[in-house]
């Protein structure tokens, strides 16, 4: 009896190890929830792999664990389009064949949309190109404040103004993550400028850093879920920003509860105790330790490598600094890499070329639209008017998905600004090419091929005789012309474009300006050109974008996100001396605290060239008077304000109605408005729309730095409805008990 007893108990016991076998190892299980997986995977890894995880392994490549089947997390430059595959480990391309992309515009013009639905084609198409190529990150996308008209890389970001960068980050994240890619907000944060990026030490207030800088990042963390972020290269009050106790402990993953990675710039980590102990993940590099570059393969002397390694065996540092480091990347990766129920992407499809030329065409800015002889305006251009369009510029033929940075895109597909031209009005298109500047390199400017004079000459010569002139300039990302790791160094127009507007207009009045930058730029020409297009950079569509918008097939609708100064002088941070920009080469401080851009200009009276959400259409916007529905509001109560808006011009269009608030009385400077909310509508032509806001409490806060939070003082508000922050078309009154 006893010896059967004993058969069977073996017999259990094998059959239930064959279920065990059978059954998958909880990782490797789909269907099981991420947080057991990671805790399953962790179980079985050694502390050698589990730091191996935490540092790169090659240019855009971080380690996986071989031996239990978990792959490598591969990266790829964001945030416009898939950039073309790098060397394994130097910053050359590989020359691949299948990765030429679909440029979509830069974010400013994604932001100039004032569309949050453009943020969701975007991050959706932009994240299949990723998913196409195999990506588990892409780099991207860049919320930076617009600080200064300077900084190289706010063709990147999404202008000046936090509602506005927190409304159009969130929707692009969401797409983009819908693929199983994983976005990289970035660079967190204050990496407000490219000069001295590397080590500048920024100061400011609480006040600054919680109303102005972070708020992006917030929202696309806590509303949009990113699954990483990016630490910039600088140092904020003392401390590098990759390693930063107070961004990355206290706020990114204290108050935001950020359960995501943060992955350092390139070389952004400096110090093993601050990587270990200050809350970064993975750090990425060039084969640098970090202090030196050059040295190849370096992986090793990386500051989360064998130095980490070490003093985890030592005791020097705790274990659970690791299993929270390896549960986040474990994390990362069963959310992409090991996400078998993410789609498989698409690259270079029709659906991705039509959403970058819609997305541009709702970006393009129509700044300024009149008659030379005080007739009708010039656009829409009517082509039977003209016998002979000159389309004068260097930027009209030149390929701006090149250059810039990190951000630059190998295309399949870039259609320039002429060709569009070209397609719309046949052979009545002449082109000249006016200006030239060196070809895009990364670290210096290069003289262009070109004797710029018989350029200018030949332009004014053939401009004497055109019916009309559209002038297709800007600035192009070559260095110190919109480009990373390098500020422009004034606001003025490159490459003799202005003395050659100027020649131009004395021989012919008629001209269109069609700006192509990422930033603003100074126009003394602006009284005597009749039209004036902000045009960005389109990307692949450009040129049909902006021939769509400048024939009128396309009404424009874009929004400035960001104010044009008169001169750079009106510029805040350019108000208080080199410590407030570019900093001493030390350290900076950002001494306009909170008023940046239109805050400033509305607060100090001094007017923008063009102010913060200003833009032109087609047709014209009747706003009637706005109405609130109480008077005054108390605790969780909100104001419902309905303003009447009709199209009273002959085509159908969009128009952005912006609401701000403003706090009559407070204990603390505040702006004289902000920005908090806003609704893109389209009307046909004599439709009119009520549009209704609703305005609560959260609307009204400022960050008080004594309590740290953010607080409400009772008293009188106003609410300013208008078409741009200074075209206010209706106020409302109300009192917050
Ligand atoms: C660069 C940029 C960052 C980019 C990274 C990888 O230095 O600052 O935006 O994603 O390195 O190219």
Known sequence: MKMKFVYVAIAISLGVVSLKAQQKAVYLDDNQPIEARVKDALSRMTLEEKVKLCTAQSKFSSHGVPRLGIPEIWMSDGPHGVREEILWDSWGNAEWT????????????????????????????????????????????????????????????????????????????????????????????????????????????????????????????????????????????????????????????GEWKFDGCVVTDWGGAHDTKEAVFNGLDIEMGSYTNGLSSGKKFAYDDYYLASAYLKGLKDGTYPMSSIDDKASRILRLIFRTAMNRNRPWGSFTSDEHYNAARTIAEEGIVLLKNES??????????????????????????????????????????????LAGLQAKFGDKVKYTMGYASGKPVYDREVAPDFNTDSLHAEAVKQ?????????????????????ENADRKSLALPFGQT????????????????????????????????????????????GNAIANIITGEVNPSGKLPFSFPVKLE???????????????????????????????????????????????????????????DKKDISGTEEITVTIPVKNVGNVKGKEVVQLYIGDEKCSVIRP??????????????????????????????????????WVVEPGAFKVYIGSSSTDIRSIVNFVFN
Not at 213 to 219: R, V, W
Not at 463 to 480: E, M, P, Q, T, W
Not at 516 to 539: D, H
Request: with cysteine; glycine share 8%.
């Open 98 to 253: 299948n990765d030429s992309c679909t440029a979509f515009p830069a974010l400013t013009c994604l932001a100039a949309t004032w569309n949050p639905q453009m943020s969701a084609i975007y991050g959706k198409a932009v994240g299949e190109e990723a998913r196409y190529r195999r990506k588990d990150i892409l780099l991207g996308p860049g919320v930076n404040i617009y600080r200064t008209p300077l900084n190289g890389r706010n063709f990147e970001y999404m202008g000046e103004d936090p509602y506005l960068a927190s409304k159009m980050v969130v929707p692009y994240i969401k797409g983009l993550q819908s693929n199983g890619v994983a976005a990289c907000v970035k660079h967190y944060a204050l990496n407000n400028q490219e000069v001295w990026r590397g080590s500048i030490d920024v100061q400011l207030s609480d006040r600054a850093l919680y109303e102005i800088y972070l708020p992006a990042f917030k929202a696309a963390i806590v509303e949009g879920g990113s699954w990483s972020i990016m630490g910039s290269y600088n140092k904020v009050r003392g401390q590098h920003a990759c390693h930063n106790d107070l961004l990355l402990n206290k706020i990114l993953k």
């Open 499 to 542: 003395e050659l507007i100027n020649d131009l207009l004395k021989v012919n009045k008629n001209m269109v300006v069609v700006l192509l930058s990422g930033n603003a730029v100074e126009m003394p020409w602006i009284k005597n050109v009749p039209s004036v297009l902000q045009a960005w950079y389109p990307g692949s569509e450009s």
């Open 372 to 417: 030379a002889k005080k007739k009708e305006a010039i656009l829409p251009l009517n082509g039977n008017k003209y016998r002979s369009i000159l389309v004068v510029g260097e930027n009209a033929i030149r390929r701006l998905t090149e250059g810039g940075g990190s951000s630059v895109l190998k295309v399949k597909k870039e259609v320039s600004p």
């Open 672 to 709: 004289v408005k902000e920005l908090k909310d806003f609704q893109k509508i389209e009307l046909a032509p004599g439709e009119e729309k009520i549009v209704s806001f609703k305005v609560g409490k959260d609307a009204l806060k400022f960050f008080n730095e004594t309590l740290h939070d």
């Open 463 to 483: 401009a004497a005789n055109a019916d009309l002139i559209i002038f297709v300039g800007g600035l192009n990302k070559n260095n110190f012309q919109d480009c």
């Open 570 to 628: 009106d510029n805040a941070a350019h108000s208080f001396g080199a410590i407030a920009y570019p900093g001493d080469g030390v350290k900076e401080e950002y001494k306009e605290d909170i008023l940046v851009g239109y805050r400033w200009h509305d607060t100090k009276k001094i007017p923008a060239l063009f102010p913060f959400g200003h833009g032109l259409s087609y047709t014209q916007f009747k706003y009637g008077k706005a109405i609130a």
